[in-house]
C-alpha cells in the first residue's frame, strides 16, 4: 500500500467514524471528540490531495478543517452558556 492510498484510508476512516460520534448526539464530550477526528480526517485529505494535485478535494477540505475547528471550540474550549 502507498503513502497516498494509507493517507485516504485513514482519512475516509477517520470521517466515518467522526461523523458517527456527532451523531449520536451523546454529549458535549463525544460530540467535541468527534470534531477533533474530524479535523485529523480533514488534514489528512488535504495531505492528500496536495500529493495528488486534486484541488477541487484540498478545497473542500481547508473549509471543512475550519468548520470542525470551531465545532472543537464550541463543544471542547467554550464554556457552556448557563440557561
Do not use: E, P
Not at 19 to 29: E, F, I, N, P
Amino acid at each position: 500500500m502507498t503513502f497516498i492510498t494509507a493517507l485516504k484510508w485513514f482519512a475516509a476512516i477517520s470521517g466515518i467514524i467522526a461523523a458517527s460520534m456527532v451523531s449520536l448526539d451523546s454529549g458535549r464530550r463525544v460530540t467535541g471528540w468527534g470534531f477533533v477526528l474530524f479535523v485529523a480526517s480533514a488534514c489528512a485529505w488535504i495531505g492528500g490531495a496536495v500529493l495528488t494535485r486534486d484541488w477541487a478535494l484540498g478545497t473542500q477540505n481547508v473549509v471543512l478543517l475550519a468548520i470542525d475547528v470551531f465545532g472543537v471550540y464550541r463543544y471542547l474550549v467554550r464554556k457552556k452558556a448557563d440557561g
